[in-house]
């Protein structure tokens, strides 16, 4: 039976996704950058992967298929058209 021999390599660190080199940061602000640059990221994903829906037409909107109210009056069947 041979042994099988195994190497163990060390893993690379992840390279930083942002680094600050100029200022000083309070967490919140650092917080606030970071889920910028997240939510960037994620959707630049999502429109690589094609998941990003196209806005929608407004011909086809239901709303369009509600009418205003009929207008009680002299005259007024002329003018529903209008309305």
């Not at 429109?47 to 298929?65: I, M, T, Y």
Request: glycine share 4%; proline share 8%.
């Amino acid at each position: 039976m041979s042994e099988e021999t195994t190497s163990e390599t060390t893993p690379e660190p992840a390279k930083p996704l942002l680094r600050v080199v100029k200022g000083d940061l309070t967490a919140e602000e650092l917080a606030a950058l970071v889920a910028v640059v997240q939510a960037r990221r994620a959707a630049s994903a999502a429109a690589a992967a094609g998941q990003v829906r196209k806005p929608r037409s407004e011909w086809g909107h239901p709303a369009r298929a509600a009418r205003t109210p009929l207008r009680v009056g002299p005259d007024q069947w002329r003018r529903s058209s209008w309305a």
